[in-house]
C-alpha cells in the first residue's frame, strides 16, 4: 500500500524506526509538537490542511499518528480515502502500547508526567509543557501572581516517568528526565514502551478495536465511551 502518515513530531525515532522495516511505502509528515498548545480549532485546522493535501496525491489510505488530544482531532475527515486513526485519547497510549497499560498506570501513579526522547529533544524545555509560559503569565499578571500561578497550575504533579523505547542512542534522555524530577523535588520511574501499536499504526492491519478507520467524507467524532473515536456522518 502507498500511506500517507501525518504524525506529531513526539513520535519522530519510532515512527521512522517503524517505516524504515515497513512492507508498505509510507511518505511522512511531521507536524510541530506545539500544535495542541494551539487550541483545538487550531490543531484541527493545520491538520485538516495536510489531509487535503495528501488527499489530493496518490494514496490508497492516510494515517494519523495523533490520539484525540483534547478534541483537536475531532472532525477531521478525507475526500477520496479512509483516514485511519488510533484509538488513543493523548500519545502516551501509543507509547505504552495499549489504552489499558495506560489506563492501569495512571490509576496506581496519580500526579506523573511522561516523558519520552520526543517529548524532550522536541519540547525544548518542560515549563511550556506543564502549563502556560511563565513569560506569558507575568505578562499577563505580573511576576507575583504569575509566579502563584505557576506553583498551582503544576502542584499537581509528583513523579516524571520517562517512557524508553528502544531507539534511544543512548542514556541522555533518561539523564535528562531524571535531572528534571530531582530539580522538581519529584519521584523518577523508567518504564519500558512498547512500540507495538505503533508498528501497526504503520503496518496495519487496523482493526476496530485499536484503530478507527474513517470513510472518505465521513468525519471523526469523539465517542465519550471506552472506544475514544467514532466516525460520523457530516
Known sequence: MHLKLIACEVFYREICAEVARSIHQ??????P???????????????????DEASAGPYEAVVLGYGLC?????????????????????C?????????????????HPGVYFLTSGWIERGRNLEPQL??????????????NARYLQQELTRHYRQITFIQMGVEPDRRFEEHARREAAGRGWAFEKVEGDPALIRQLVNGPWDDSRFLTVPPGWRVAASHDDGVLRAEKP
Open 131 to 144: 502549563s502556560l509560559n511563565y513569560a506569558d503569565l507575568v505578562a499577563r499578571y505580573g511576576e507575583e
Open 70 to 90: 483534547g478534541n483537536g482531532i475531532a472532525g477531521l475527515q478525507t475526500r477520496a480515502c479512509p483516514l485511519i486513526v488510533p484509538r488513543a485519547h493523548d
Open 33 to 51: 509538537k506545539g500544535l495542541h498548545d494551539q487550541g483545538p480549532a487550531a490543531m484541527r485546522k493545520r491538520l485538516q490542511q495536510a489531509i
Open 26 to 31: 509510507v511518505d511522512l509528515l511531521f507536524v
Open 92 to 108: 502516551i497510549t501509543l507509547f505504552l502500547g495499549s489504552r489499558e497499560r495506560y489506563q492501569d498506570y495512571f490509576q496506581n
